[in-house]
DNA sequence: GAACTATTTTGAACACGTTCAGAATTACGG
DNA sequence: CCGTAATTCTGAACGTGTTCAAAATAGTTC
C-alpha cells in the first residue's frame, strides 16, 4: 500500500512490513507490538513503515481489505450448495469467521472504535465504504431464489439489514472468550433461525402495520 | 477521587482537576485536550493529575459515575407522571439524555471502546457494573404496574434486555450528527412505541414458541 | 557514464499518556 | 514548638505513535 509503488523493491519492502505487523499482531497483540518491533522485524527503520502506511491502525486497515477480498471465492464456494435463507445466511457467517479466526485479535483492533463513522477504523467509515457495499451485495445475492418470499417493501432494506445483523454476530464473536467460541456458534444457529422465521413472517398480510413501524425505524437509523 | 481523600485541600484539588478536565473535554473534545493541560489549567503539575486518577480514561469514568448518581432523582421525578410502560421507558431515556447533553463529547469518549468488557471504561466492564445494576434496577421497577401483562418466563431478562436497548439509544445519539439530535428524537419514539406492543404481543399465548427462541438467544448472550 | 530527478530510507525529534524518586507540605504526638 | 510520619505535589524521564528534513538509492536522460 505504498503511494504509488513505482518499484518492485518498494512492493516487496511493503509486503514485508505488513507481514511483519501482522505477525506481531497474532503474537503479542495489536497493542503490545511497537511500530519500532515492526520496523524491526522487517529490517527497516522505523520511518519506513510510515512511507508505506499512514498509521498503525492502516495496517490493519489493509489486512480487513486483503481479507475480504481473498474472502469473495471462499464465500461463492459456501454458497454454492445452500438454497434456504437460513443456510446462506449461516454459512455466510461461518464462512467469515472462519476467514478471519487466526487474525481474531486483529479484528479486535478493528472493531474497538465501534460503530463510530468517524474514526477510519469501524465497518461503518468512509474508508470502508468499498468493502461494505461489496459484503451487502451477497446478502442482496442471498436473497433471490431462497425460497421465502420477500415482502416488496422490505425487500430493498433488507440487505443492509442482514449486514448489519452480521456484524454483530461477528463483534459478539470477536469478544466471546468461550471454548472454542462455542457461544458464538450457538448465538449463530439461534439468530439465524430467527432472522429466517421473522422474514417468514413479516410476508404475512397481517404484518403490514408490523413492517410500516419497522421500515420507519430502518428510515431512521439508515 | 483521591485514593482516600485525607485533608480537605486535597479533596478540592482533586474536584479542581475534574473540573479543569471536564471543561477542556467539553471545549475542545476528549482527544485534544492533554493532561498537561489539564494539570495546567488546574494550577499543579503534571503528576498530581495522576496522585487523583489513575488514567485520564478514569477521569470519564469519575465523570459518568457522579453523572449517574446525579440523576437518580430526576429520573424518579420524571416516572412520577408516567404510567405506561411506553412513556415510562421513554421519558427514562429521555432523562438521561438530557443529562448527558451538554457532555456528549465526554460520552462519546466514554463509549468509544463500544462494548468491549476488557476496556475499563464501557458500559459492560467490571468497573461500571455498580452502575450498571442500579440502571437495571429502574427497568425493574418500570414493569411493575405499568397496565402491560409481563410474561412470566420472560420478566426476570426483561430488565437487562431493556437496558440493552437504551444503550444502543444512548450510542445513537452519541454519534448522531442531526441538527438538534432530531433523529434520535424520531427514534427514541419509535422505538420505544414499538418495544411497548412488542412486549405485549409476547404476551398472547400464540407467542409461546417466539418467546421461547427469544430466550435461548437472551440466555447464550448473556 | 555523468548529471539530474524521483523514489525510498533513515534516524533524530515531537507530543502524548504515564511513572516515579524525591521534594514540599501537612498532621500529630511529645 | 520540635521531630517524625503521612500526605500531597513536583518535574524529569520513559515508551509510545507519528513527523520530517535530509541522506541513500534507483531510474532516466543526454
Redo the contacts with the bound molecule.
Sequence with gaps: M?????????EE?GLKILDSALTLFRQEGFDI????DI?EKA??????A??YY????AIVLDFYQRACAEMQPKIEAALEHASTLETRLRELIRVKLAHFAPNRGVLRALLRNGADPKHPLSPFSRETKEIREVDIAWFRKILVDCGTRIPRDLEPHLPGVLWFFQMGVIFFWVIDESPNESRTMRLLELATKSVATLIKVSALPLMRPVRKSALQLIEVVK
Design positions: 505504498p503511494p504509488t509503488k513505482a518499484t518492485a523493491k518498494a519492502t507490538a511497537t511500530m519500532r520496523a529490517g527497516v527503520a522505523t520511518g519506513a510510515y512511507y499512514p498509521s498503525k491502525d
